[in-house]
């Protein structure tokens, strides 16, 4: 079966799932129809906001559709990345090849939806992105295809990415993904793959990430804290809050301060580099710090920095 002929599908809905269908797209598996989720509000004014992947349809002029309201005819398969629902067993009988799903992970570790973000929490070196075929259940069906990145070596991307934050991670397993499925469907289509099934017993799990995933103990190490960041960035967001000070306009309650960037040091401290304070603009620590010096009395890993330049490290050790 030549690629122009072929009748699939495509079930997805965010930044993960474009990059996917751009490499399809360029290698030209173009799909003849798109299952997304429906437009939902966004920001502080609701605005009604259309998924990245709706938006790449209606740049690319292909249908959509928001349920299972297929048209009647003949489909060869079903690609699904970053759909985020779980697609009823009937309609994964509907085509001839079977369903398939790219997951960024090395399955059977990190199934569910967050799998990106707990990889960076674990602080392991090595993931990978996965495809297999669609089951009723979640992340559990056999896999047809595995590649692996090595976070130390950069293999087989080239360098070394250990310190990626979400969406740079989200970006290089994408890549990835696409590549190892454009090599994937034609020996599928050809019968040349033999799926093998999971082992359900190294299964681990991941859950929905929330706002309140995002709040930073201070008490933790700084490995800990930095990868919050890493994981948390730009969605929630890693925080801290303090009270208000009184060098701010309003002063009274709380504070949230959002980390969007740090790094940890030769010494094993952690050093703040980019933060967004709630209700201002992204601005270096530094800064902050210097226009707002009462805040640094308010934060407990600064109490005892002599300078601005050294309030912007974290080391439990001091």
Do not use: C
């Not at 990190?110 to 070196?125: A, C, H, N, T, W």
Request: glycine share 6%; no cysteine.
């Amino acid at each position: 079966m030549k690629k122009e002929n072929m009748n699939f599908v495509f079930f997805g809905t965010g930044d993960f799932a474009v990059k996917i269908l751009n490499i399809l797209y360029q290698n030209n598996f173009a799909p003849a129809l798109i299952a997304t989720t429906p437009d939902k509000p966004k920001g502080r004014k609701m605005i009604l906001t259309s998924p990245p992947v709706k938006i790449w349809a209606q740049e690319h002029k292909i249908k959509t559709i928001t349920d299972y309201a297929l048209p009647a005819t003949r489909y060869d398969l079903f690609i699904v990345a970053d759909y985020g629902k779980i697609i009823p067993k009937n309609i994964l009988g509907i085509p001839e090849y079977g369903a398939i799903n790219i997951h960024p992970s090395l399955l059977p570790k990190y199934r569910g939806p967050s799998p990106i973000q707990s990889f960076i929490l674990s602080g392991e070196k090595e993931t990978g992105v996965t495809i297999i075929l669609l089951d009723e259940e979640m992340d559990h069906g056999p896999i047809l295809a595995q590649q692996s990145l090595n976070l130390e070596t950069g293999f087989p991307i080239g360098n070394p990415v250990s310190k990626l934050y979400y969406k740079e991670l989200e970006e290089k397993l994408a890549e990835l993904g696409g590549e190892l499925l454009v090599k994937t469907i034609p020996n599928l289509i050809a019968r040349k793959i033999k799926p093998i099934p999971q082992d359900h017993n190294k299964a681990t799990y991941t859950k929905k990430i929330t706002k309140k995933d995002g709040e930073i103990n201070l008490n933790e190490s700084p490995e800990i804290i930095e990868r919050k960041i890493r994981a948390f960035t730009p969605w929630p967001g890693a925080y801290f809050s303090i009270p208000r000070p009184t060098s701010l306009a309003r002063s009274g309650g709380i504070l949230r301060i959002i980390i969007t960037e740090a790094e940890i040091d030769k010494n094993g401290a952690l050093k703040i580099k980019q933060i967004k304070p709630e209700g201002k603009k992204e601005m270096s620590f530094k800064d902050f710090l210097r226009g707002n010096r009462d805040i640094a009395d308010q934060i407990p890993f600064l109490l005892n920095k002599k300078n601005i330049q050294e309030r912007a490290y974290y080391s439990p050790k001091q």
